[in-house]
């Protein structure tokens, strides 16, 4: 609401605060009031006024007739005594469907051309005219503008630099066609109207037709006639608005036909009687329509769409820096069963619904969450420094073992070993869930607009749609581990397997820099140090119980002081990871240029005229964090913003927000990144792709 | 895997709904129920025996804020509610669609106009704004005691978004309420609704 006040504000003020002259511009419309008199200004000479309309891409003005809302656009004049304006020469107009609606209007570039009659009366040496034009310029939404005009046009010379674009509207206003012959016949109960037109010109002999009624209250527009060429006649039911509110006797209407840049405009005398508006009484009984049995509304995005787009994206975080280091533990895998292709397509069935089954749980969780009325979304799991501390403690434990310092067999329980040992298939499974833990914050190209419908389907078919997405991510293994054809490709077992698991410790350790980084976002410099000393402690423990060939007593000892150990530094660390508090991590240099966000300051922001760039984004979103490293980071680009005087707003998800999220629902999004361009006048931003381009950002703000 | 209903069905089963099967003003009302924004079931065969009035309203719409901004949508919901008449504000704008509202901010948007409804019906899926043929906002609609649909269209015969026309104009809404207490049939029972259009969620 305070938006749409400030917007009208703004536009009140762009349009109150200019002199008249001929031109008014709104983000909206570029309007200019022009003249065409090609012999100048006097009494039987052709003189016309008009104005010009330039509309915003996808916006539209109205015809005389709006259709089912809407107003047509409505010219004052003011002009000199022995000067009177005729009436709007109104183009063809075009079917502008608005959902359920039908409206008839102009997109693009439009001109109202008005005739001018001068008398003797009329002196002077040029034509001053004023004009108060008022106009609704709808998109989605609608916003009623009015603008003041000035000109003087000379009246002895000859003013035709506008002969074009007048020359092209008049040609485009429908044009009655001698000969036509028409009737109109009201048919069944006066529900129907029967037209039939003969006579109509060869170019539009048997092509489809559009019938614009110029009466509003008559035509249910958006109802499609039933039409048919009987011959050289056009015949077309067409149905009658339940609610008419005029009953005409005599009715024009324009009939166009594609391609054809002017309709052809027919007088139909309607025959049949009218049944009164309102029978008084007359309360027939006819079944009360069951709103609630109507099919209930599909969200946009249909679901099979949503499911291919799932699966798409589920395959491509197989290729995300943070799942690819799992993906490697499963190479290990593989070429460690490369002998029995039984055992392969177990474990990667095994795998697959590891990750299939993950994915549900967490979209579960989430849709739980949401339908409780929490402010969350995709990657809320992250927003908890504990799970953070618990992912750095995983990946830890997992490189040290990748390293050689301890085996997984010397120190678990024998029971959980030969677990291990006997079912290979639960390792698969467990692998496939550690995969989906670390993958989901990675917003994938696509996934944003599936996870955005997830969130607008029924529970069930959301979890549909998050089985799909895991199924996408398990697919490229699965396929692999049914084709025992790449199995063999991969090299054979031998002493490079232990030099690339030893390798391979190292993305892990990344992982855990990356994953101590996001708990300093979130907790400081305590939460990180608490980390690092609980990391060390298991370091220290694990390397204290794999010392299998240890004598007994040793080994109690050691092992007694790294319990100790861990115990107490967990005992530290554990409050500090409790609770995200704001903690204020201090900018880093060149990051001032971007202001925290909030709804209000991109409404003020778009009030002052200013357009307005948000980054939606968190500290444990890898894609975030390298579009802000690179295109976000590239000093050129930043430096053309300031220069275009774009605002640019950072929201930052890293910690729970519930604005942040409700924004992002509006946006019909779940996940971060979400790259919006907020416009002045316009309710919805343009959203840019997931993965940035410096052009991407240079189109979307007509950058140089 | 589950099946689902294939979504052409319902589009075309929407656009059904949406253009021919839409009330007539004179036939019995379409039946509906719908939760207002306190989260309350509301039916229209709840108020059997009352008069009700349907007022489309979505506060995004400048046409809207013209008769609050103007307290004249206000009075006239003060002078039907007075008088013992329903009035029910429905908000059809779809969710998703930048206009929406949760039903916590329009009963807030409500409150904070003063206004005297009965209720505010929360529509989002258009469920009740399709069946009456609502296409703008507003777009008005007045029920008699015995469910008859009396009247359709704009709320007065001044289609502008200025408020000032506001004084001079006629008001409908409240010429057929005084038609329907004195008796009377509707004389204008069906005028020109004027306004934004509905934001409807795509069907």
């Known amino acids: 609401m305070a938006r749409w006040f400030l917007l009208l504000l703004a536009a009140a003020f762009a349009l109150g605060a200019r002199a008249a002259g001929p031109v008014v511009t709104t983000d909206e419309v570029h309007a200019e009031l022009v003249a065409h008199a090609p012999e100048g200004v006097a009494p039987g000479k052709p003189v016309w006024l008009g104005l010009a309309i330039s509309h915003a891409p996808h916006w539209h003005t109205y015809w005389k007739n709006p259709g089912d809302s809407g107003l047509p656009t409505t010219l004052a004049w003011a002009l000199p005594a022995g000067v009177t304006a005729g009436e709007i020469a109104w183009p063809t107009p075009k079917r502008l469907p608005v959902g359920p609606l039908v409206n008839y209007g102009y997109e693009d570039k439009l001109l109202l051309a008005v005739p001018l009659a001068v008398t003797p009366e009329f002196k002077g040496s040029t034509l001053d005219v004023r004009l108060s034009a008022q106009w609704l310029v709808c998109k989605d939404v609608c916003i009623p503008q009015q603008g003041e005009f000035a000109l003087a046009v000379p009246v002895q010379a000859a003013t035709a630099i506008h002969a074009n674009a007048f020359d092209a509207t008049l040609r485009a206003v429908p044009h009655e066609v001698a000969g036509a012959r028409t009737s109109a016949e009201l048919v069944d109960g006066a529900k129907v109207l029967r037209v039939t037109v003969g006579g109509l010109p060869a170019a539009m002999q048997g092509k489809a037709l559009d019938f614009f009624p110029e009466s509003a209250g008559v035509i249910d527009h958006a109802g499609k006639p039933v039409t048919r060429w009987d011959g050289s006649t056009w015949r077309a039911d067409v149905p009658i608005s339940p609610q008419r509110f005029e009953s005409p006797s005599q009715m024009h209407a324009v009939l166009t036909s594609a391609g054809e840049a002017a309709g052809v405009r027919v007088a139909l005398a309607i025959t049949g009687a009218w049944p009164a508006l309102a029978p008084p009484g007359a309360a027939a009984a006819t079944e009360p329509l069951a709103a609630a049995t109507s099919a209930p509304p599909q969200p946009a995005l249909g679901l099979g769409p949503g499911l291919a787009f799932a699966l798409i994206g589920g395959m491509l975080l197989n290729l995300m820096p943070c799942v690819f280091p799992i993906l490697s533990l499963k190479v290990l895998g593989f070429t460690g069963h490369a002998h029995s292709r039984r055992s392969l397509v177990g474990g990667g069935l095994a795998y697959s619904a590891g990750v299939v089954l993950s994915f549900v749980a967490l979209a579960g969780a989430l849709l739980a969450l949401r339908a409780g009325g929490e402010q969350i979304g995709w990657g809320f799991q992250l927003q908890s420094p504990g799970f953070i501390a618990a992912l750095a403690v995983m990946f830890t434990v997992i490189a040290l073992n990748l390293a050689g310092l301890f085996e997984f067999g010397s120190m678990l329980p024998s029971s959980a070993a030969s677990l291990r040992l006997r079912h290979p298939l639960a390792d698969s499974f467990l692998t496939g869930v550690l995969a989906v833990a670390v993958a989901s914050p990675c917003t994938a190209p696509f996934m944003g607009a599936a996870l955005g419908l997830a969130f607008t389907l029924p529970p069930a078919q959301a979890l549909t749609l998050f089985a799909a997405l895991g199924t996408g991510m398990a697919l490229p293994y699965l396929l692999a581990s049914a084709w025992p054809g790449l199995a063999r490709a991969l090299p054979r077992p031998g002493a490079w397997m232990a030099t690339f698991k030893t390798v391979m410790a190292f993305p892990m350790l990344a992982t855990v820099v990356w994953l101590a980084w996001i708990l300093g976002q979130q907790t400081g410099t305590d939460g990180v140090t608490a980390l690092l000393a609980v990391l060390v402690a298991l370091a220290f423990a694990l390397w204290a119980w794999g010392r299998a060939d240890e004598s007994g007593l040793a080994r109690a000892v050691w092992t007694g002081v790294a319990v100790l150990l861990l115990g107490a530094t967990l005992a530290w660390a554990l409050p500090s990871w409790r609770e995200a508090h704001a903690a204020a991590t201090p900018a880093p240099p060149g990051e001032a240029r971007w202001q925290p966000w909030s709804a209000e300051r991109v409404a003020a922001l778009n009030a002052e005229g200013r357009t307005v760039f948000v980054d939606f984004t968190a500290a444990w979103c890898v894609t975030c964090q390298f579009n802000k490293r690179t295109v976000l980071g590239d000093a050129q680009l930043m430096a053309d913003l300031q220069a275009r005087n774009v605002a640019l707003l950072r929201a930052d998800w890293t910690r729970r927000d519930a604005a942040i999220s409700a924004e992002l629902t509006r946006l019909n999004r779940s996940g971060v990144p979400v790259y919006a361009v907020y416009r002045p006048g316009q309710q919805f931003p343009t959203l840019l792709p997931e993965i940035l381009t410096t052009q991407i950002v240079r189109d979307a703000l007509a950058l140089p | ?203």
């Open chain 2, 1 to 203: 895997m589950i099946m689902f209903k294939p979504v052409p069905v319902a589009a075309v089963a929407l656009w059904l709904a949406g253009s021919t099967f839409a009330a007539t003003v004179g036939q019995s009302a379409p039946a509906f129920t719908a939760t207002d924004a306190a989260g309350k079931a509301v039916s229209l065969a709840d108020f059997k025996g009352r008069t009700v009035v349907l007022e489309w309203v979505n506060p995004g719409c400048p046409y809207v804020r013209k008769h609050y901004d103007s307290a004249n949508m206000q009075a006239a919901q003060r002078r039907a509610t007075d008088q013992g008449v329903v009035w029910l504000a429905v908000n059809s704008t779809a969710q998703g669609h930048y206009d929406y509202r949760s039903p916590a901010e329009m009963a807030a948007w409500m409150q904070s106009q003063q206004a005297a409804a009965t209720a505010t019906l929360m529509d989002s899926d258009g469920k009740v704004g399709r069946a009456f043929g609502a296409r703008t906002t507003p777009h008005m609609y007045i029920v008699d005691a015995k469910g008859t649909l009396v009247y359709a269209g704009g709320i007065d015969d001044k289609p502008s978004s200025n408020a000032a026309d506001v004084k001079t104009a006629k008001n409908h809404v409240n010429a057929a309420l005084a038609d329907i207490a004195a008796g009377k049939p509707v004389a204008q029972a069906v005028t020109r609704p004027y306004g934004c259009s509905i934001k409807y969620s795509d069907g």
